[in-house]
Nanobody, 123 residues
């Protein structure tokens, strides 16, 4: 089992920045990939970014590429999402997720999820 705890959400003005943190505990060596997803009210959960725990390769959704950056500190079992040039449409609950299987943007591949952290961007 892997437990995930997110932090760092909050409010920001459009054009501002926030950083989200996700710390893993438990059987962390089983992780293959970590990812960030988000879900706005009334919308489906959206993939944002993934990172391979070994090697650090990353991939981004088109909606956040060039604005958001996913990174990790394996010694701390932590994954980060640096969000720059925030837009009101980035307002959502952000979730950290981990998979022991295939690294993918498919939500159902992720076995472990955090509780989410709210990000609100005002214009």
């Amino acid at each position: 089992q892997v437990q995930l705890v997110e932090s760092g959400g909050g409010s920001a003005q459009a054009g501002g920045s926030l950083r989200l943190d996700c710390v893993a505990s438990g059987n962390t060596n089983s992780r293959n990939c970590m990812a960030w997803f988000r879900q706005a009210p009334g919308k489906e959960r959206e993939r944002i970014a993934i990172i391979y725990v070994t090697g650090g390769e990353t991939s981004y959704a088109d909606s956040v590429r060039d604005r958001f950056r996913i990174s990790q500190d394996n010694a701390k079992k932590a994954v980060y999402l640096q969000m720059n040039s925030l837009k009101p449409e980035d307002t959502a609950m952000y979730y950290c997720a981990a998979t022991t299987g295939i690294c993918t943007f498919r939500e159902y591949e992720y076995q472990y999820w955090g509780q989410g952290t709210q990000v609100t961007v005002s214009s």
